[in-house]
Every structure is written in structure tokens, then in C-alpha cells.
């Protein structure tokens, strides 16, 4: 059976944060927002799609991995396959973390714009920088009470040593948060309360914003040509990279996981998740960015590598086993190189 999607067109992410910070909120709003599910699951009703177990919907957390399979259009109008993992935040369940980890080829870091960077926050940052993967940080809850977007940029540097590189603004905060100022494309995005997030209007930078989106663009250009000498070089001579090019230069620095690009909004008033998905098929890597997976071959101890290519032997990894009550054990498994079809023995 041919390939339905490429594997450049493949993001593999995993969502991760402190308990709390709205990880499975943010995994239910991209499932309703790419069409996977038709209605928005809550975490405090018990009814989020993700969260499976009969304890975790009592609990409102999420004590194993989940994953699911979605799909979303990005701005090139391509479809892309989105292979998402929502992991636990609970001190408890760090190892179901770990283990999702190996398995991601990047990750989105949810930080609370209230409590900024937290503990556990920190514990999930060290496994990612453990197994080098690529991040990029979203703000949440910046509706609640005593959300400070800047505080929580700051203590991404003072907290975990971690270059932020700031790609939105908020516009309002709290109960006045009403969207995001786009520092690419420098122009505001305003969501509509009655549309449920569905509908938003592109507008132009409110006035009180504007001294403060030129000065954060201005930086996140200094950040990004740093890392090609060719951008540096024209920078310094006064020639400005232009949006598609800002976005590789973002891209490539996601990759090599030299910094970290940050957006903003709040997933449980349905305001800056699109823009979100976007930045994950812009930013986060395919399977064919990151670098071919080692092994030892059982059979001569020798080391050997496989890429992501159908051409190459059967290389995977399972991950997790869930036990499902009509179906039985279901193995989740991460496929690094060649195919794995109906009725194959594997070993």
C-alpha cells in the first residue's frame, strides 16, 4: 500500500509541562480544531479524549502517555500528519515522560503564565535536553489571574539557561486577553469570544503595542541570524531578512535545538492554538531532520544506523502498551526506518 502522506509531511510532538499547566486542554483544542474530534472534550468534566483511563478522567490528570493521530492544513495549504503524545505532568509518572520522550522527534513545553517555569517544568526540560529534543514553548492560561507572559519569558532564561525567542505578543492579559501580535508578520490576531476559537480577524497592531512589537522583533531577528554567518553578515550590513526567510532561520535553530521559539494564548478560552499548529509544521521537525537512530545488530554486535526511508529494514521502537477492554493489548510503537504492514511477523 503506497504512503498516503510524505515523511517530510509527518510531525511527530509530544506536549509537555508542569501539572496543570493545560497540557490535555491544549491537546483537546487541537483535536477539535483539526477536525478529529467534533466536540471539545473538558478535563474537569472527565470527558477529554486523551486522557483514557477510568482514574485519570476521576483525577482530571493524565497519568500515562496517550497518543493520537490528527491532521492539519498549514499555511502552504499542504496537509500534514500530526502523530501527537500528551504526557503526564505529575511528579509521579516522570518515567511515562521519559519513555514518550525517546520516541519524539520534537515537543511542545507548556509553561502556566501565572506560575511560569515550575518544578516539574524544569524535570521535563532536562529529559528533552537528554535526548536533544527540539521544543517549542507555548504560555498558557494567559486568561487567568495574574498572567505575566514577560515574567514567564525571563524565567525561561534564569530557570532553565534556555534562549527563548519570542514570535507573539499578547494583546490584553487576564480577563482582558483578546489574542496575539504576530512579531513575523507584524500584525494582530483577534480571536471572536462567540465563534468558540473557529474564527479570528487579522487586524492591525493595537497603537499601546507597537513600540513593543518593533523592539521584540528587532530581537528575535538579532537571535535568529545569529546562527548563519551568511544572515549575520547581511544583518550587519542593513539588509533585513524577509518573513520566509526568518521563519527558516527559526526553523533550522528549532532543529539544532539552539533556542526555542514562544507563543502565547489560552487553550481553555480556545484563543492561539491555530496559530500554534502552524508554528508546528513550521518549526518542529519531520522524521527526515533528525539524525538516523543507532542500534546494535543482534546478530555481529556491530553498531549500525537506520534513517527514516521504506527502503531501509524495520526499526522500531514500542513504547507503550495500553489495555484496551474490547480489544486487548494495544502496543504503540514508533517506526524509525522501513514498513510495517498488515499481517507482518516481526520477530
Known amino acids: 500500500m503506497?504512503?498516503?502522506?510524505?515523511?517530510?509531511d509527518y510531525r511527530n510532538f509530544g506536549i509537555m509541562a508542569h501539572i496543570d499547566a493545560g497540557k490535555t486542554t491544549t491537546t483537546e483544542r487541537v483535536l477539535y480544531y483539526t477536525g478529529k474530534s467534533h466536540k471539545i472534550g473538558e478535563v474537569h468534566d472527565g470527558?477529554?479524549?486523551?486522557?483514557?483511563?477510568?482514574?485519570?478522567?476521576e483525577r482530571g490528570i493524565t497519568i500515562t502517555s496517550a497518543a493520537t493521530t490528527t491532521f492539519w492544513k498549514g499555511r502552504d495549504g499542504k496537509m500534514r500528519r500530526f502523530n501527537i503524545i500528551d504526557t503526564p505532568g505529575h511528579v509521579d509518572f516522570t518515567i511515562e515522560v521519559e519513555r514518550s520522550l525517546r520516541v519524539l522527534d520534537g515537543a511542545v513545553a507548556l509553561l502556566d503564565a501565572n506560575a511560569g517555569v515550575e518544578p516539574q517544568t524544569e524535570t521535563v526540560w532536562r529529559q528533552a535536553d537528554k535526548y536533544n529534543v527540539p521544543r517549542m514553548i507555548f504560555c498558557n492560561k494567559m486568561d487567568k489571574t495574574g498572567a505575566d507572559f514577560y515574567r514567564s519569558v525571563e524565567m525561561i532564561k534564569t530557570r532553565l539557561g534556555a534562549t527563548a525567542v519570542v514570535c507573539q505578543l499578547p494583546v490584553g492579559a487576564e480577563s482582558e486577553f483578546k489574542g496575539v501580535v504576530d512579531?513575523?508578520?507584524?500584525?494582530?490576531?483577534?480571536?471572536?469570544?462567540?465563534?468558540?476559537?473557529?474564527?479570528?480577524?487579522?487586524?492591525?497592531?493595537?497603537?499601546?503595542?507597537?513600540?513593543?512589537?518593533?523592539?521584540?522583533r528587532e530581537k528575535l531577528i538579532e537571535q535568529v541570524v545569529e546562527i548563519d554567518e551568511a544572515a549575520t553578515e547581511a544583518y550587519l550590513e542593513g539588509n533585513m531578512p524577509d518573513n520566509d526567510q526568518i521563519r527558516a532561520l527559526i526553523r533550522r535553530g528549532t532543529i539544532d535545538v539552539k533556542f526555542f521559539p514562544m507563543f502565547c494564548g489560552s487553550a481553555f478560552k480556545n484563543k492561539g492554538v491555530q496559530p500554534l499548529l502552524d508554528a508546528v509544521v513550521d518549526f518542529l521537525p519531520s522524521p527526515m531532520d533528525i539524525p538516523a537512530?543507532?542500534?546494535?545488530?543482534?546478530?555481529?554486535?556491530a553498531e549500525?544506523?537506520?534513517?527514516?526511508?521504506?527502503?531501509?529494514?524495520?526499526?522500531?521502537?514500542?513504547?507503550?502498551?495500553?489495555?484496551?477492554?474490547?480489544?486487548?493489548?494495544?502496543?504503540?510503537?514508533?517506526?524509525?526506518?522501513?514498513?510495517?504492514?498488515?499481517g507482518t511477523s516481526v520477530l
Not at 470527558?47 to 478522567?57: G, S, V, Y
Open 2 to 8: 503506497a504512503r498516503e502522506y510524505k515523511i517530510e
Open 47 to 57: 470527558a477529554a479524549t486523551m486522557d483514557w483511563m477510568e482514574q485519570e478522567q
Open 183 to 216: 512579531l513575523i508578520e507584524m500584525n494582530a490576531l483577534i480571536w471572536r469570544d462567540e465563534s468558540l476559537g473557529a474564527q479570528w480577524d487579522v487586524v492591525e497592531i493595537p497603537d499601546d503595542l507597537k513600540d513593543a512589537a518593533v523592539e521584540w
Open 293 to 301: 537512530i543507532k542500534g546494535i545488530d543482534a546478530k555481529t554486535e
Open 304 to 342: 549500525i544506523e537506520r534513517h527514516a526511508d521504506d527502503s531501509e529494514p524495520l526499526s522500531m521502537l514500542a513504547f507503550k502498551i495500553m489495555n484496551d477492554p474490547f480489544v486487548g493489548s494495544l502496543t504503540f510503537c514508533r517506526i524509525y526506518s522501513g514498513k510495517l504492514e498488515k
